[in-house]
């Protein structure tokens, strides 16, 4: 079954620093979205990004953060300068058709595995 | 506002027991409606998907309902097994977005 793939799995980087987390979204997938979970709480959407541009973004999708999709299958989270209250589970996901089309499987958000990001 | 809220925010049962948890929506326009699984340190993954004209939907021994007039769903879980522990998120979509719930934290005791 196809899978979105998401690295690293858990990095650990001090305040201040750069960090970029990558994903490979299912290939036939057209909409991508970031989302981070901080422990213990809900799953919280950042980002979406269809058509390589950013269809929509929260609150929390600040300057620091930025997303790329490069080359066609990597699609990144850049978090500029990270803070203590980045550390969080970041889930990448993907989905072949647009949100209001009904229920079929192609509508259904895939996520990644996620990562573990760690501030110190 | 748009809103999903989950109850309860944990539950603890017995191996072999059945449990049933519960999602209430405020979302307009209603698309439909999933429930996740997300076990500990991983991503959601998908159970059930959920349409306005659909009221039950099972996949094993989990059954979904929905309705759609009181805006509430349910999952119901069959024969609990230890594998079930995990957290079950309700996510509802209108036109554009998804809207998550905070989550059922399932604990499963042997």
């Known amino acids: 079954e196809p899978e979105v793939t998401q690295t690293p799995s858990h990095q650990v980087t001090q305040m201040g620093q750069e960090v970029i987390l990558r994903c490979v979204p299912i290939?036939?997938?057209?909409?991508f979205y970031w989302y981070r979970q901080i422990l213990g709480q809900k799953v919280e959407f950042l980002v979406s990004f269809y058509n390589n541009e950013i269809s929509e973004k929260s609150e929390i999708f600040d300057d620091q953060f930025s997303v790329e999709r490069p080359d066609g299958s990597n699609f990144t989270l850049k978090i500029r300068s990270t803070k203590l209250e980045d550390s969080a589970m970041y889930f990448c996901?993907?989905?072949?058709?647009?949100?209001?089309?009904?229920?079929?499987?192609?509508?259904?958000?895939?996520f990644g595995a996620g990562s573990r990001l760690t501030v110190l | 506002k748009n809103q999903v809220e989950q109850s309860p925010q944990s539950l603890i049962i017995l191996e072999g027991k059945n449990c049933t948890l519960q999602?209430?929506?405020?979302?307009?326009?209603?698309?439909?409606l999933r429930w996740y699984k997300q076990d500990t340190g991983r991503g959601p993954v998908s159970l059930t998907i959920?349409?306005?004209?659909?009221n039950t939907k099972s996949n094993g021994r989990y059954t979904a309902t929905l309705d759609a007039d009181t805006k509430q769903s349910s999952l119901h879980i069959t024969a609990s097994q230890l594998s079930d522990s995990a957290s079950y998120i309700c996510?509802?979509?209108?036109?554009?977005?998804?809207?998550f719930g905070t989550g059922t934290r399932l604990k499963v005791l042997a």
């Open positions: 996510v509802v979509s209108g036109t554009y977005k998804y809207i």
């Open positions: 996901a993907s989905r072949r058709t647009a949100v209001g089309q009904g229920a079929s499987g192609a509508n259904v958000l895939t």
């Open positions: 290939s036939n997938h057209l909409y």
């Open positions: 959920m349409t306005f004209s659909e």
């Open positions: 999602c209430n929506y405020t979302v307009s326009p209603f698309s439909n």
